[in-house]
């Protein structure tokens, strides 16, 4: 069951039930990948459970795209789940991570606990934002759950892999935010000099892999 509501002149949102599951996000999958087609639209912006369609208002209107989207019969076991693993250095060293040890003891685990959770997933990207790369990765092992910091950082490093809720992401640029930093990566997830800024897209899978400092380093230092 979906809900379609008009989102400005030249814009609409679909809806589908509202929570964080894998079978709705593969429905928003199936739908983003089949509007896609549509030569009306200009682009689309995934989320979890909705997708934003943009298009453009001087070839069609809300109520024609609206009636083109109820047609489409979005079959859950013919969806192209082709996806690319991206595996992901981090490094977990205390210098990377600095919410690591407070979080361990919060959780009355030990760091390496974490890092052994955090690492033998291998999670979905659900969406990206509220930076340009920011990849919302989910879920976490339920062990892994926790809050938010209940004062965000000014600043964040780039690269800094970091856990909220039931969800796992990597900061691409220096920010302020929110989240529980447990690692660091040196890859350079997002860069507006390359023709493909973006490392990871929706759709893709993410396995982090554990590393030492000193193989960081070298990443960094050879730009990898």
């Known amino acids: 069951m979906i809900e379609i509501k008009p989102y400005g002149i030249s814009a609409l949102l679909i809806n589908f039930e509202q929570k964080i ?14 509007i896609n087609e549509f030569e009306e639209v200009k682009y689309q912006i ?19 795209i ?15 789940t082709d996806t690319k693993i991206i595996e992901i250095p981090v490094c977990y060293e205390p210098e990377f991570a600095p919410d690591l040890e407070s979080l361990a003891k919060e959780m009355k685990i030990k ?3 974490i890092i052994s959770l955090h690492t033998a997933e291998t999670y979905d990207v659900y969406m990206m934002g509220f930076l340009p790369g920011f990849p919302y990765l989910g879920q976490l092992p339920k062990g892994l759950e926790c809050k938010r910091k209940s004062t965000p950082r000014k600043q964040v490093k780039e690269g800094s892999v970091a856990i909220a809720g039931n969800q796992t992401g990597i900061y691409p640029t220096n920010a302020p935010g929110g989240w529980q930093l447990i690692g660091r990566t040196p890859l350079k997830i997002f860069n507006p000099l390359n023709e493909n800024a973006f490392l990871i897209k929706m759709g893709d899978k993410v396995k982090f892999k554990s590393i030492s400092a000193e193989t960081f380093k070298t990443l960094q230092q050879n730009g990898k």
């Open 21 to 34: 599951d894998a079978k709705i996000h593969n429905l928003v999958k199936g739908y983003f990948q089949s």
């Open 66 to 80: 609206k009636s083109k989207i109820e047609k489409l019969e979005i079959k859950v076991d013919k969806i192209n």
């Open 46 to 64: 995934p989320a979890y459970c909705s997708i934003t369609v943009v298009f453009d208002h001087q070839l069609t209107d809300f109520k024609s």
């Open 111 to 113: 760091p390496e606990k």
